[in-house]
């Protein structure tokens, strides 16, 4: 064997050798520019090159939006399978398996802490937990949020990213729409703030239910927003949709947002309108 031949092999085996972290790259969804990791997540999971706003866990979120500390909000456990429901899999294997993945017990989060320097309640859906989907467990930590808010006399801020409702609850995860409801009409009865922050996706029966009730509706850059899909749509009303449809931008426009803010704004944003909301408050009737 030739020098350069052995030369060559000792070379590649230590390159092969050499450990490479898993993660330090990141691709844009949007671009599919190749980003620093660190640098993706000092940009707070905005793409520094095309300002693709990247889907985040309530954690991330908490850290972002929280002055300091948090508190998680305590939920009331609610049955795991209460239909006993297996499609492909058995509905308590999808849950095993989205509780493993993402570190939480459910599609939904709820915290307590300063925004501000004030004292907010923050509820966050995670995508990553089956589509964010709306169960039992999200109407339940919904209504956690609602009534930690009445009793700490703070604004209640909802930050949604959802598929809809989840099938394998049927009709119980339908029934969290109403339920919902009544946690927002307890917040309007003490006169307190509800604030509602869309982010991509927010579809199905949440956009159907609380999403739509804030007394602000915001939403990140670009996010997708609606009820059914855009080719059901198209193929219901036998029409190519405009550019755009169901887009946050699209939606402000046309009188369904109140603003569209950027993820580095966000927390200014709503410490400054919560802020003036809790200001203009009227004393809750006897």
């Not at 030739?2 to 671009?31: A, H, I, V, Y």
């Not at 991330?60 to 239909?83: I, M, S």
Request: proline share 5%; glycine share 10%.
């Amino acid at each position: 064997m030739s020098w350069l031949n052995r030369t060559r092999q000792q070379l590649t085996g230590f390159l092969s050798r050499r450990e490479t972290p898993d993660n330090l790259w990141t691709k844009c969804r949007g671009c599919g520019a190749m980003i620093y990791t660190k640098e993706f997540a000092e940009n707070l999971s905005v793409c520094p090159r095309c300002d693709h706003h990247e889907r985040i866990g309530p954690r991330d979120r908490f850290v972002q939006l929280f002055d300091g500390d948090w508190t998680a909000v305590q939920v009331p456990r609610v049955p795991e399978d209460p239909l006993k429901f297996r499609d492909q899999k058995r509905y308590v294997d999808r849950l095993r398996a989205a509780k493993a993945a993402t570190g939480d017990g459910e599609a939904m989060l709820v915290a307590c802490g300063n925004l501000g320097g004030r004292t907010a309640v923050v509820a966050v859906q995670n995508f990553a937990f089956m589509g964010g989907s709306m169960g039992l467990g999200v109407g339940e930590a919904f209504l956690a949020g609602a009534r930690a808010a009445v009793a700490a006399s703070a604004p209640f801020i909802v930050f949604t990213a959802a598929g809809g409702a989840r099938m394998q609850e049927g009709i119980l995860s339908l029934m969290q729409m109403p339920r919902t409801t009544v946690g927002i009409q307890e917040l309007q009865e003490a006169g307190l703030p509800y604030v509602v922050v869309m982010t991509d996706p927010t579809t199905g029966g949440v956009t159907a239910s609380y999403a739509m009730l804030g007394d602000l509706q915001i939403a990140e850059p670009n996010a997708l927003i609606g009820f059914a899909g855009q080719r059901v749509i198209e193929q219901t009303i036998r029409e190519k949709l405009p550019e755009g449809f169901q887009r946050a931008e699209y939606l402000l426009e046309h009188g369904m947002l109140d603003m569209v803010v950027h993820r580095r704004e966000i927390k200014d944003t709503l410490a400054r309108l919560t802020g003036l909301l809790m200001a203009r408050r009227l004393p809750a009737p006897a």
